[in-house]
């Protein structure tokens, strides 16, 4: 799963922010080379950042750039098609999500924070959750 924050800052924090999105990359496209059977073995979760600066220019007239954090959450080790496995992939992503709104906090102390950040992100992910849990029922009512 990926858990991914935005925050709009200046071009000096892009460098920053576009080094950790490449290394979470790289853990992506290792998830990817070991998806069965083409499915995924991870849920990305996103996590936005709103700020109540102008798009496109800051106060002083710096540029203002949208900055996101991604985060993978794993649940090979779980089984989906029970409710504990399921609840337990939902309690991870809820705690994915929070961590990764509260490191972009930390990236970036200058903004202002977003409180529901770890709230929408958590929602956002929520779709791939239900879709893996349902691959998971399907492929356990076919070996019945």
Same mark, same amino acid.
């Given at each position: ?6 925050? &709009?800052? &200046?071009?000096?924090?892009?460098? %920053?922010?576009? =080094? ?7 853990? +992506?496209?290792? =998830?990817?080379?070991? $998806?069965?059977?083409?499915?995924? *073995? !991870?849920?990305?979760?996103?996590? +936005? /950042? =709103? ?5 496109? /220019? ?14 993978? @959450? /794993? ?5 989906? $098609?029970?409710?504990?496995? +399921? %609840?337990? *992939?939902?309690?991870? @992503? ?25 709230? &929408?992100?958590?929602?956002? $992910?929520?779709?791939?959750? !239900?879709?893996?849990? %349902? /691959? ?5 009512? =076919?070996? &019945?």
């Amino acid at each position: 799963m990926i858990v991914k924050s935005t925050s &709009r800052r &200046r071009p000096s924090a892009l460098v %920053a922010v576009s =080094a950790t999105l490449f290394a979470l990359g790289l853990s +992506a496209s290792a =998830a990817a080379l070991a $998806a069965e059977n083409g499915a995924p *073995l !991870n849920v990305i979760v996103e996590a +936005a /950042r =709103a700020t109540t600066k102008v798009v496109g /220019r800051s106060d002083i007239g710096a540029p203002i750039e949208q900055m996101s954090l991604r985060a993978h @959450v /794993r649940y090979s080790d779980l089984d989906l $098609a029970t409710s504990s496995g +399921a %609840a337990t *992939l939902k309690n991870r @992503v809820s705690d994915a999500a929070r961590l990764t709104c509260r490191d972009l906090d930390k990236m970036y102390p200058l903004s202002d924070a977003d409180p529901q950040c770890a709230l &929408r992100t958590a929602d956002e $992910a929520m779709p791939q959750v !239900n879709a893996a849990i %349902a /691959r998971a029922e399907s492929k356990a009512r =076919a070996k &019945r």
